[in-house]
């Protein structure tokens, strides 16, 4: 582990003086006998401080903390929590799954770099599925003894806390990140100074310099790269304040302070990684500058290229063009005109690196990390096939199914996003240690045996609770005399837990097509009112800052929910975060996802709402490709076939499909056959399909052993390293 400055210590009683350590690195987060240890301290300060132990400690009353040191039951749970941490360091090489299985990795270490990491909704440095994504990525990475280290960006105003006004529209409200409130420490140089690296923008004369703050996530350290530093020109202190705001100037230089500034972090703190991932294009980059330190090591551009290329993993995450960064030729030139002749090359042939059909004389950050990546994949077997169609001309003369790129199908963190009443569950009827074995389908078979009846009464309790949680957020916005009656009626206080509750939360991109259920607004009335079989639907989601055609279709749901015809039976709940996702995924019925095919590269918030025991009713596209298991007897959950064609006749298609599959099999399934208890049995069956069959099939855990064993191992001994001598201090 990386030697970190230990923080001001608290001050805590003697004896459970280790709990400041315990909040300061997010292994707590996925352990519930360690969230306890905060929780049972004070739970309404818990709370009101959204889970940050950091903040926690600093304000909870030191006379709960001198009471629980003299309970014997707090110490010996303390103690048996301490036991179990000290352990991540120490069992490490040998009795971890690395060790165990791919001794070749220990002592081999990647570099991680995403440009955005959702660990825990109090560290705001996330704003959706990409980040979250990588945050599972390291977490697994922690609990299988992966040497990894990550390297982000600390956003000191994340990306945004989303309020709508009375029209319904979003209005963005910067998340204010103050790193002393954080797991976050400051990386410093050994005369107590803050470490500083540097990059160049325009003016190599004058670089910006970056602080280097460090998270501490179980096994594996974040490192989180700051502009705002003393010293620095006022313009440059905010380019890491906003994670994806600004134009493409601002977007452009967080890129090179991610990409290039860390690189040189890692460097400046002593890391030698064997090999790098780079999770989508934006921290490209990594790429030229690792480049650059080779051909300083004093090989040829082609040489440098080709060592760099075998040590690189790259994943690429969208089939929509937008989604891919491209920066103007101009704008290259004026920030990598005094790069360029540190790799040995011309202006054409740099600007060559980053050229692609379809981004014009661009410098397109996909394309780059895709011909200085050797091992690359895309996210699902679908979007493999998209993918390979859309660059497969990199490759000159090679056919799209030819190109060189595989897939690897997203992945979830299981021990994150099942919900702790489901886990309780689990511990008593999986086989012993079944964490450890999540990737295998064996370890699931024992869901059948689970009683209908509990495993309904915890899908009842957390649906309670995910109300609860909706009005509770409605209340106290109410109480504040911030909203008018109508913000009320649109945040669901009619919802009830009898009724079918369908969630339906993600990013507002035109191409995930919100309001398809409203296009035939009729037949969804009869649908949600029907007072013996009523059904309900929670939408959540954020639309991007800039992204106003997304503000308009949250501005639709918002007045559909006000609309008295609907009943009270639509609800838009504010600020889709990690907190609300995890109450969403646990307490509603069913998820519903109806992307325009094949636009969905993978999708993850359904493998979570699956993994507890809510089904998916959504277009078979990206993950539930494969996760839809259509035998009749033992479905779990509903696929509809994506209908070719225009879209509008598209749309208009899957949404009649969407209609029928409702009508005809999930509403009966639900209400019909309740047994005597009122368990409706045929839909507990497919409850548990849907855990036993995709939970192992898309854990995390079985996302990173695929990519050990097809990526990682042939990177890690590629032998791409720089001559330790050659580096830059
Ligand atoms: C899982 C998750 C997502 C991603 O969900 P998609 O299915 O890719 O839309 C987005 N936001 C949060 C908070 C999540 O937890």
């Known amino acids: 582990m990386v030697q970190i400055v230990p923080r001001p210590r608290l001050d805590l009683p003697e004896r459970l003086y280790r709990l400041d350590e315990l909040g300061t690195n997010l292994w707590w987060s996925w352990h519930p006998r360690a969230a306890w240890l905060f929780r049972s301290l004070d739970p309404v300060l818990w709370e009101t401080l959204d889970q ?411 649906k309670g609770e995910l109300l609860e949680y909706l009005r509770e957020y409605t209340r106290r916005r109410w109480a504040s005399g911030l909203l008018e009656p109508g913000q009320v009626v649109a945040s669901g206080p009619f919802l009830e837990p009898g009724a079918l509750t369908i969630g339906f939360a993600r990013r507002f991109a035109t191409y995930k097509r919100a309001t398809l259920i409203f296009s035939d607004p009729e037949r969804l009335a009869r649908i949600v009112n029907n007072a013996e079989r009523p059904v309900q639907i929670v939408f959540a989601g954020k639309a991007h800052p800039a992204d106003d055609g997304g503000k308009r279709l949250i501005q639709e749901i918002f007045w559909r929910a006000r609309d008295p015809r609907l009943n009270g039976r639509i609800a838009f709940a504010e600020n889709y975060d990690m907190a609300l996702a995890a109450r969403l995924y646990a307490g509603v019925d069913i998820w519903l996802n109806n992307p325009r095919a094949p636009l969905e590269a993978s999708g993850t918030s359904g493998m979570k709402a699956a993994a507890n025991g809510a089904p998916n009713l959504s277009i078979l596209d990206g993950w539930w490709a494969e996760g839809w298991a259509a035998d009749a007897a033992n479905s779990n959950g509903w696929g509809i076939a994506p209908d070719g064609g225009d879209p509008e006749r598209q749309d208009a298609a899957e949404a009649r499909a969407f209609y029928d599959a409702l009508e005809r099999q999930v509403i009966p399934r639900y209400y019909d056959g309740r047994d005597a208890d009122g368990v409706p049995t045929a839909w507990v069956r497919t409850m548990k399909e849907a855990i036993r069959t995709n939970a192992p099939a898309f854990s995390a855990q079985r996302m990173v052993i695929d990519y050990i064993r097809q990526l990682y191992l042939p990177a890690a001994l590629g032998e791409g390293k720089v001559p330790a001598t050659a580096r830059r201090a």
């Not at 702790?420 to 964490?435: A, F, M, N, T």
Request: glycine residues 10%.
């Open 52 to 462: 940050n132990p950091v903040m926690f400690l600093r304000y909870l009353n030191p006379e709960r903390l001198r009471r629980a040191a003299a309970d014997p039951a707090y110490v010996t749970a303390y103690d048996a929590v301490m036991d179990r941490f000290d352990a991540l360091t120490q069992d490490n090489a040998t009795t971890a799954w690395v060790g165990r299985h791919e001794p070749a990795l220990v002592g081999r270490p990647v570099a991680y770099f995403s440009a955005e990491f959702g660990l825990h909704p109090s560290l705001p440095i996330y704003s959706g599925g990409l980040g979250v994504l990588a945050g599972d990525h390291i977490k697994t990475a922690s609990d299988l003894g992966l040497p990894l280290f990550a390297v982000s960006l600390l956003y000191r105003q994340g990306y945004l806390r989303q309020r709508l006004d009375a029209d319904g529209w979003q209005l963005d409200v910067p998340a204010e990140l103050e790193p002393w409130g954080e797991p976050t420490t400051p990386m410093l140089a050994p005369d107590g100074r803050p470490r500083l690296v540097e990059v160049a923008f325009e003016d190599p004369a004058h670089p910006v310099r970056l602080a280097v703050w460090v998270v501490q996530v179980g096994r594996v350290p974040l490192f989180l790269l700051d502009a705002d530093v003393e010293g620095n020109p006022d313009w440059t202190r905010t380019i890491s304040s906003r994670l994806y705001g600004g134009d493409k100037e601002h977007r452009l230089r967080q890129e090179i302070i991610l990409g290039i500034g860390g690189v040189r972090a890692l460097r400046a703190v002593g890391l030698d990684p064997a090999y790098w991932h780079g999770n989508e294009g934006h921290a490209a980059f990594h790429l030229l500058e690792r480049v650059r330190e080779h051909v300083a090591a004093g090989l040829p551009f082609a040489e440098a290229a080709d060592r760099v290329r075998r040590a690189t993993v790259f994943t690429s995450h969208t089939p929509v063009p937008a989604g891919h960064d491209v920066f103007a030729a101009e704008q290259m030139d004026r920030y990598f005109g005094h790069f360029w002749p540190q790799l040995g090359l011309g202006r054409e042939e740099f600007l060559a690196l980053g050229r692609h059909d379809g981004s014009g004389d661009g410098f397109n950050m996909t394309a780059l990390s895709m011909r200085l990546s050797d091992h690359r994949n895309a996210v699902s077997a679908r979007h493999g096939e998209v993918t390979r169609r859309m660059w497969h001309d990199l490759w000159p003369g090679t056919p799209p199914e030819a190109a060189p790129i595989g897939h690897i199908t997203n992945g979830v963190h299981l021990p994150t996003w099942i919900n702790d009443r489901e886990q309780d569950l689990l511990d008593r009827h999986l086989p012993i240690g079944w964490r450890d074995r999540q990737e295998d389908p064996a370890t699931w078979e024992a869901v059948r045996e689970i009683p209908d009846g509990e495993l309904w009464r915890i899908h009842q309790e957390a």
